[in-house]
C-alpha cells in the first residue's frame, strides 16, 4: 500500500537548524512531483516547497525562500526538506505530498521552534 513516512521534526531553537525526510514506498516515486505543506494552529495547509519528478526544478513559499531547501533522492524514495535559520512562525506540522495521477499525503511531523 502507498505510503508516505515523515521524519525529522523535533523542537528547535529559533536560529537552529532540522532536517526532515520523507519516505515513500508503494508506488513510482521517479514519477511523482514532491511537496512539503505545513499547518500552523488555527491556519489553513500551506504551501512551503515543492520538487519536480527529476529534481530538475523547485519551488518556495516566499516566507521561507533562502533559508529551506528542497532535495529529494529518486534511489532511496525519499524527499527531504533542510530548514535553516529557523523561526517561531515555521512552528507546525509539517507534511509530504505525492502528486502526479494522484495525490498521496504522508501524516506528519511536528516541528516546533521555542526557546
Known amino acids: 500500500q502507498v505510503q508516505l513516512v515523515e521524519s525529522g521534526g523535533g523542537l528547535v531553537q529559533p536560529g537552529g537548524s532540522l532536517r526532515l525526510s520523507c519516505a515513500a514506498s508503494?508506488?513510482?516515486?521517479?514519477?511523482?512531483?514532491m511537496s512539503w505543506y505545513r499547518q500552523a494552529p488555527g491556519k489553513e495547509r500551506e504551501l512551503v516547497a515543492r520538487?519536480?519528478?527529476?529534481?530538475?526544478?523547485?519551488n518556495y513559499a516566499d516566507s521561507v525562500k533562502g533559508r529551506f531547501t528542497i532535495s529529494r533522492d529518486n534511489a532511496k524514495n525519499t524527499v527531504y526538506l533542510q530548514m535553516n535559520s529557523l523561526q517561531a512562525e515555521d512552528t507546525a506540522v509539517y507534511y509530504c505530498k505525492a502528486t502526479w495521477v494522484n495525490a498521496y499525503w504522508g501524516q506528519g511531523t511536528q516541528v516546533t521552534v521555542s526557546s
Open positions: 508503494g508506488f513510482t516515486f521517479s514519477r511523482y512531483a
Open positions: 520538487i519536480t519528478s527529476a529534481g530538475g526544478s523547485t
